[in-house]
């Protein structure tokens, strides 16, 4: 499937050196005739590509809900790389005080070393991020700010990992207990049998047991989850700790499940009715 990160960063990159830089409220959102700052530049293509809007402004894509702060160091004002992915956005302080965190400027990592943004003059420019990002550290700004350095990394998107194996691994069946946690947690949760029964706790994950079973997305947070977490790590797919959220490590995992036991060429994330029969040991192709 298409990597949405490398999807943006190639668009963005149709445009390298090609705009003038402006901040008028009309030139600047005119980026593919001539045009753009830096938010309005990073925000064109996430928009156009795929129809996420990140937000009019540095202020407002820091503080955006669509994204989220990527757990990694910065050390010395350079964020740790192996920890990032196309397009993830490098937010950097600027000189105004009032701005939330002093933020001011925003660029996109391409992948190998490099940052893609439109700071100035006529862009955008491609630079080596580690350079750049020392550069901005030991730039002076305001007393409270100190340095226009970097703030934070933050991800809008997600792209899927998918890992093929080269044999299909063998499946394994989950012991009693984790059945009746199962069928005790779906009771607790209100899910009902296909006859509208709570669940006999027997340990089986029969017909009844699987009728009951609601499909798990990316956000969800609850027992049910920590269950499937739990037989993700033992097949072999999930790393992570257990912790009932599902998250991008349980998606991912999924999404390998799939492309082993069921051969799905483009996979989504989503835990549905097949992959909990993967997880209750019983599936067939």
Known sequence: MANKGKMIVDAALTRKGKNQYSQDMTKRYMIENGYGDCSATIRHWYKKILGIDIGLN????????????????????????????????????????????????????IGDGKCFGHGSGIGGTVKDMKDYCIKRQKNKSTPLLKNTGLICIIRFIEDEVIIIKSTKPTLTKPSSDWVKRLQTTLNK?????????????????????????????????????????????ELG?????????????????????????????????????KSWLVLLGIYED
């Open 189 to 233: 949760l209100g899910y009902k049998d296909e006859n509208g029964k709570t669940l006999n706790v027997d340990g089986k994950g029969g017909k009844l047991t699987r009728s009951a079973l609601p499909s798990l997305k990316k956000g969800d947070k609850n027992e049910l989850v920590g269950l499937a977490q739990e037989r993700l790590k």
């Open 237 to 273: 797919f999930y790393d992570d700790k257990i912790d009932n959220s599902f998250g991008n490590n349980s998606a991912n995992a999924v999404v390998e499940m799939k492309n082993a036991f069921m051969g799905t060429t483009d996979p989504t994330t989503t835990l549905g009715t």
């Open 58 to 109: 540095t202020e407002a894509q820091l503080k955006s809900k669509l994204g989220r702060v990527v757990d990694l160091k910065i050390i010395n004002g350079v964020p740790d790389e192996s920890k990032m992915q196309l397009g993830d956005c490098l937010m950097f302080r600027g000189k105004n005080n009032y701005r939330h965190l002093g933020v001011g400027h925003i660029e996109m990592y």
